[in-house]
């Protein structure tokens, strides 16, 4: 059972100078989260337990009431529900507020009458395989990043700081099909296929896909001008600080984040095999999220041209990556599971059908 419906807090105030009570008083400890009894119903606070309470609440201990007894310590105190804060019905925040509406729009807008037919509503439905190679074939990810979108919005506040901040910049800024939102999309589903499908988990990796390259723009420009293939060794040195320099800037904004969202952001460059950077970590010692972000990242950079300077198509690289073919700047140990993953988005083909539309 929840401890949390099976009692309410009071203050101390709530127990005037009534020294007998019908009712059971308990302690609340947060820092284990459990309620132990204090003073049983018919037992007298003496001033010296009343003064021991009085400590016990300012060192961060809560009164507690069994909730079965609610009734009686109303009666007997003489309050009302909405006297006792933890018993007041709850004023609806603003973020839930929001929340709610955005979840409403969603669902007018699934049940619109444009959509006339079973068929039709079967059409409506999201398939990343599909939509996945639509994408890479148009170039356009539009689809991918407002699926996404509609999703990350009405996550809800109350599950973490994450959560609420991958929600309110989802609302902002998840709508336009460039780069970074190709990231984010990408990533998105590409954890749900390895089957992360928590809120916490992708609100840290939706937060994580917006800010890990903020490094970027602390480079010199001849990390920015040239494929990563072509960098002297001096510049691929200066461009493996991007994500502790990340790190940084987001510490100067004091931007607070998950710790987890932080190791995304730091290990996003580590790989399975311990040849990434810039720790070197191998295998379950990396964050698993920081290798879903990092093949997303790789996958788009790479067949943009941005990694070897001759653009490339998704279904080719990805094809490469399960035969594990070694492309000059190409990247390929990200874990069995996200391999798998990949893997599945498409059809076995020979590298003459790389351009065949994928069911």
Same mark, same amino acid.
Request: include cysteine; charge should be negative.
């Given at each position: ?49 009343? =003064? ?23 009666? $007997?105190?003489?309050?009302?529900? =909405? /006297?006792? %804060? ?33 068929? &039709? ?29 509609? =999703? ?18 989802? $609302? ?21 296929? *390895? ?24 480079? %010199?420009?001849? *990390? ?8 002297? /060794? ?55 999220? #920081?290798?879903? &972000? ?21 279904? #080719? ?15 390929? =140990? ?10 599945? &988005? ?14």
């Amino acid at each position: 059972m929840n401890n949390d419906k099976q009692y309410f807090f009071v203050d101390i105030a709530h127990l005037g100078d009534t020294q007998l009570f019908p009712f059971h008083i308990h302690i609340y400890n947060p820092a284990n989260g459990k309620y132990n009894p204090y003073l049983f119903a018919n037992s007298p606070l003496t001033s010296a337990k009343k =003064e021991l309470l009085a400590e016990i609440v300012s060192r961060g201990g809560k009164i507690a009431i069994p909730m079965k007894q609610k009734r009686t310590f109303l009666v $007997e105190q003489e309050v009302k529900e =909405e /006297d006792i %804060p933890d018993l007041a019905p709850q004023k609806i925040h603003s973020l839930d507020q929001r929340r709610q509406e955005l979840i409403e729009s969603k669902k007018k807008t699934e049940n619109s009458p444009t959509i006339i037919s079973e068929e &039709l509503k079967k059409e409506e439905k999201f398939h990343f395989k599909e939509q996945l190679a639509n994408a890479a074939a148009s170039n356009d990810f539009s689809s991918l990043i407002n699926f996404v979108r509609e =999703e990350v919005v009405t996550f809800s506040p109350r599950i973490s700081m994450m959560t609420t901040m991958s929600s309110l910049i989802a $609302e902002a800024v998840l709508f336009e099909d460039n780069f970074t939102n190709r990231t984010v999309a990408l990533s998105f589903l590409l954890a749900k296929g *390895c089957g992360i499908t928590d809120p916490e988990s992708l609100g840290d990796l939706v937060c994580a896909a917006y800010f890990f390259h903020l490094g970027y723009t602390q480079l %010199p420009h001849s *990390c920015m001008n040239r494929p990563q293939i072509e960098y002297s /060794d001096s510049t691929k040195k200066e461009w493996k600080k991007h994500p502790g320099l990340s790190l940084h800037l987001l510490r100067k904004a004091q931007i607070e984040l998950s710790q987890r969202t932080k190791n995304i952001i730091e290990q996003h460059h580590e790989r399975y095999d311990g040849q990434g950077f810039p720790q070197m970590k191998k295998g379950s010692h990396i964050e698993p999220l #920081a290798l879903v &972000l990092g093949a997303a990242s790789h996958i788009l950079e790479y067949t943009s041209g941005k990694v070897s300077g001759t653009a490339t198509t998704l279904p #080719a690289f990805i094809l490469n990556l399960k035969n594990k073919t070694y492309l000059p700047g190409m990247e390929v =140990e990200f874990g069995e599971l996200i391999e798998e993953s990949l893997a599945h &988005l498409v059809d076995t083909m020979s590298s003459s059908d790389q351009n065949k539309k994928i069911a």
